[in-house]
């Protein structure tokens, strides 16, 4: 059951800041997931004033990087008070592997980092998820699967993959079942098949919607490496995943921001998902898919600290030097 929220009346009674935090404030630190023989490369943001701060662990989107913007969120986190972990999933940025976008081996990434941060001894016990887009998604199957995780934020989740067969054309579908079969028989062999990441709608990409060429674009530093082709064999795989239907089986709070006007996730999937968990709430917004990046992104992260602040409680740590701990926000 879901506390809905459309277009708050009022600005939430904290703000984060709209410059980046001072450097001086937290400190990163490298780290290394190792899953099924190889290593997701992480990054892990500290505030310097606290001690054993709560963790949020942050992943991107469909074929996206850790670099696409996390580094922006996890910086304003550590300058709230909370220690921040980024990562990039299997055969993405630094991270070893093939770069495969299947939702059963990227939920197995989040798992291993879970644990992996479960192990920092100078971390404190709160752990939050924070997914947006794709790993929207997989923040609550993982937040179902297990019983340590403390609170879930699923910022315009993909939840349902049966969305996209109501939204995409016969012609599109066809096309994408042809491709994806064609890269499943032929990547064994060295003949996989790939398609665009994002494109124009009269184009066939993963991510064709009106907005999503500029909205992804826009999200690449302009020094990275990335290209925007992705095995097709996952345009098989996402319209049979559904974490909604794991999302009775979540046992922490859970905040779902979602865009009314968002052309990627519709906006229903995420109303829906927002119902069937059991201890949610909903933030709607008048925006698309990638707004919560640009104009709204204060406005969005604000919802999504104040609510980290709720569900985490005295899991935030202590602060250790009163005359730096001011929160910027």
């Known amino acids: 059951m879901s506390d809905a929220l459309l277009e708050p009346d009022r600005e939430p009674a904290r703000r984060v800041a709209a410059e980046r935090p001072s450097r001086e404030r937290f400190s990163t630190r490298r780290l290394s997931v190792d899953v099924d023989g190889d290593s997701c490369a992480a990054t892990l943001y500290r505030p310097r004033d606290v001690d054993r701060p709560a963790t949020v662990i942050l992943a991107n989107g ?7 913007g996390l580094d922006r969120i996890a910086e304003r986190l550590a300058d709230a008070g909370y220690a921040a972990v980024t990562f990039d999933y299997r055969g993405f940025g630094d991270s070893e592997g093939e770069p495969l976008v299947l939702p059963g081996r990227q939920v197995a990434d989040w798992s291993a980092t879970v644990d ?14 924070w997914g947006v887009s794709l790993s929207g998604g997989h923040v609550v199957r993982v937040a179902a699967e297990r019983d340590d995780v403390d609170a879930v934020v699923a910022r315009t989740p993909f939840a349902d993959g049966r969305s996209l067969l ?8 066809l096309r994408a079942t042809a491709a994806g079969v064609r890269d499943r028989v032929g990547g064994p062999v060295g003949r996989p098949r790939r398609v665009k990441v994002y494109g124009r709608p009269d184009e066939f990409a993963a991510l064709n919607e009106p907005g999503a060429l500029d909205g992804y674009a826009a999200l690449i530093p302009r020094d990275s490496t990335w290209q925007n082709r992705t095995r097709a064999r996952s345009l098989l795989a996402l319209p ?22 968002d052309e990627v996730v519709p906006y229903a999937t995420a109303e829906t998902l927002a119902e069937r968990l059991p201890e949610s ?4 917004l008048p925006m698309g898919h990638f707004d919560a990046w640009d104009d709204r992104f204060v406005e969005v992260l604000a919802h999504e600290v104040a609510f980290l602040d709720a569900a985490l409680g005295d899991r935030t740590g202590t602060v250790a030097r009163t005359d730096t701990a001011e929160r910027h926000i």
């Open 62 to 68: 469909f074929a996206a990087e850790a670099a696409f």
């Open 116 to 129: 992996r941060v479960r192990g920092i001894e100078t971390l404190g016990d709160g752990i939050a998820l």
């Open 166 to 173: 109501r939204s995409k054309s016969p012609g599109y579908l």
């Open 240 to 261: 049979r995943y559904r974490p909604v239907t794991d999302a009775e089986s979540v046992r922490c709070p859970a905040l779902v921001v979602a865009g009314t006007d």
């Open 281 to 284: 709430s909903l933030v709607a």
